[in-house]
């Protein structure tokens, strides 16, 4: 198995450009999460999705931020418009289910720099 | 909200020491506690887990260590080599309709030192 692949890995926008980050999860994995890594603030849940239904979104910073899943293998963080404050580096995780640590894998990231 | 958090930012050790990094947690319904080592570029990878009724679990080269009284978690590396070089958080999980997922501290930087 290719793991959780994330893309694009590095992405440079102006401020107020739209961004659209990729993931495809692990076949059969039935949650999906999507997490921003900042120096200030560390690793933080922005959303996570069970069989493709969004459940828990309290951690998207704003309404800036939306994230879909259109299908199992697919997801999509989007970023509209983007502001330099939203420069990070953004992972995608699954796992077969929320209570068992070693089931969660994560992507490599997406490193994103606004300007 | 409740958090899980780290004592020290930076840990520097020689190659072939041991390494203990702590973690400070403060959500007692946490059922499982999850050390994740993350090296440039990568995502967080897993390490090792101990369930809360535990108080100590071994892996290879690694020890985690659960203390409740103190709401104190370690995760000891023996004999510690180049390619323990990564960032290391800590974690915790409820998975009894708590909270949702991971919550993660803010990670220490273990360095190995020649």
């Known amino acids: 198995d290719a793991g959780v692949i994330q893309s694009p890995r590095h992405e440079v926008t102006e401020m107020g450009q739209e961004v659209t980050l990729r993931c495809k999860p692990i076949s059969g994995h039935d949650y999906l999460f999507w997490y921003r890594q900042t120096m200030m603030r560390g690793l933080e849940l922005l959303i996570y999705f069970n069989n493709n239904v969004p459940i828990d979104d309290s951690g998207m910073p704003e309404d800036r931020f939306s994230a879909k899943m259109p299908n199992a293998s697919f997801s999509t963080l989007k970023i509209q418009p983007s502001e330099p404050r939203d420069s990070a580096v953004y992972f995608c995780a699954s796992s077969l289910g929320l209570g068992f640590p070693s089931w969660y894998t994560f992507g490599s990231g997406t490193r994103l720099t606004v300007v | 909200g409740e958090s899980v958090g780290l004592h020290l930012p930076t840990l520097s050790v020689q190659e072939g020491d041991n390494s203990i990094i702590n973690c400070a947690y403060s959500?007692?319904?946490?059922?499982?506690f999850i050390w994740y080592k993350q090296e440039s570029g990568k995502g967080p990878q897993f390490i090792i887990d101990i369930r809360s009724n535990m108080d100590k679990r071994q892996g290879q080269r690694v020890t985690v260590l659960l203390n409740k009284t103190v709401k104190h978690l370690s995760l000891q590396i023996a004999a510690t080599q180049p390619g323990d070089s990564a960032v290391y958080f800590c974690a915790e999980i409820e998975s009894g309709g708590g909270a949702d997922g991971l919550t993660f501290g803010k990670g220490t930087h273990l360095i190995i030192q020649p």
């Open positions: 959500n007692s319904a946490s059922d499982y």
